[in-house]
C-alpha cells in the first residue's frame, strides 16, 4: 500500500507515534459501540481509552488510520497468519470506526487499504475473525466477498466465552 491515499478529504496511511493514542481511544469506543449487547457491559463500561496504546505501540502488525478531513475515524490491523494452521495465509486482525463515522463507506475503503496491503505483501488469501454474534459486521464482509469458512472458535472476553467465525477471501 502506498504511503498514504486521499480522496474527497480522507486520508489512510500508516500509523506513526503520535497516532496511538487517537488509534487506541477508536478501539475503545468502537467496541463500546459495536459489541453492546455481546460483550459483557461491565467490561465495555471499565474499557479505558488508552488500553490499546502498549498494544499498538509494540504490534507487528501493519496498522492503518483513517483520518477525514484531519480528523481520526477509524483504524485497521493486518498482517501474517496468527493461525499456524493456515500458514502463507494473510489475517485481517481488526477494523474499526468511531461510531459516528459508521454508514459513510469508511469501513469498506479501511477493508480495500487492509487488502491491498496483504496483496501487496504477497498473500492470496486471507481471513479474519469476528465475533459470531455481530450480525452487521458479518453482513458487511459478506457484502465485500468474504465467506464463512465453517470454523469456530470462543474466546474469552470480560469472563464470557464469546463464539467467533472465520470468514475467508482469496485475493491472488
Known sequence: MPDSSMENGLIIREIQPDDIDHVSRIYARSWKAAY???????YLDDLKE???SPILAESPFT???LLDEGRYAGTSASGGARDETLPGWGEIVSIYLLPE????????KLLDAAVSSLKQKGYADIYLWVLAENM??????ERHQLRFSGDTKCIEI?????PEVRYVRHIG
Open 36 to 42: 453492546a449487547g455481546i460483550v459483557p457491559q461491565a
Open 50 to 52: 488508552d488500553r490499546w
Open 63 to 65: 496498522s492503518l488510520v
Open 101 to 108: 463515522y459508521c454508514g459513510r463507506g469508511y469501513g469498506e
Open 136 to 141: 452487521r459486521a458479518r453482513r458487511f464482509y
Open 158 to 162: 470480560g469472563g464470557a466465552s464469546l
